[in-house]
């Protein structure tokens, strides 16, 4: 079997990290310095791996997303297209680990929407999923399931307001109604307290 030359792949690896093959990526993903992404993985289009990323071999990412420096996504851990991950964020997916009980029958499944940004140092604790667009905020820690587009703070995390698509703080009116200010989309709280895009 003939290995493709770097110059022959549709995305880049830098020298430094492994790739264990196979893998899946697609085109115009770029993976940075000492990353290690494990046989299985699947890794979609126009994507950027930081330094220092591991990525397990039954993770599946979508394509756009950007995951930076000191990342660890391990099994169990899914996400969708255009999701951010900021440095040093944390993803788990065993609930209570002990290092002499094996638990790899008990991963949990973590689950990032569509559009999803994930604060720096952030730690999501596995099991839960996370809405579309909703922002968390660096330092965060995540335990339960966020709405779509909303604002997640503190230890433990809080929802503390509304982000629109574009990554902006929106404000609700008192007949539920906001307006991205970059924008102009419009949202609207729904009968179920949720905040839908109109």
């Not at 890794?43 to 979508?62: E, P, R, T, W, Y």
């Not at 559009?115 to 604790?125: C, M, P, Q, R």
Request: hydrophobic share 40%.
């Amino acid at each position: 079997m003939q290995l493709m030359s770097q110059a022959d792949k549709p995305y880049f690896v830098h020298p430094t990290s492994c790739v264990d093959e196979p893998v899946s990526i697609a085109p115009g993903t770029k993976i940075w310095h000492f990353c290690h992404v494990c046989s299985g993985a699947i890794i979609g289009a126009n994507c950027s791996l930081g330094q220092n990323c591991f990525v397990a071999g039954g993770v599946k990412i979508g394509d756009g997303c950007k995951i930076q420096n000191n990342v660890s996504i391990y099994d169990g851990v899914e996400l969708d297209e255009g999701v951010f991950c900021g440095p040093s964020m944390v993803f788990t997916n065993v609930m209570n680990p002990r290092s002499e009980v094996n638990r790899k029958a008990e991963y949990r499944r973590t689950l990032v929407r569509q559009g999803a940004t994930i604060g720096a140092n952030a730690t999501i604790v596995c099991g839960v999923t996370l809405g579309r667009y909703c922002f968390i905020a660096a330092g965060a820690v995540v335990t339960t399931d966020v709405p779509d587009f909303a604002l997640i703070a503190g230890v433990p995390g809080e929802r503390k307001g509304w982000m629109s698509r574009h990554g902006e703080r929106l404000t609700v009116d008192a007949a539920g109604h906001a307006v991205c200010p970059a924008t102009g989309e419009r949202y609207r709280l729904n009968a179920l307290d949720m905040l839908v895009q109109e």
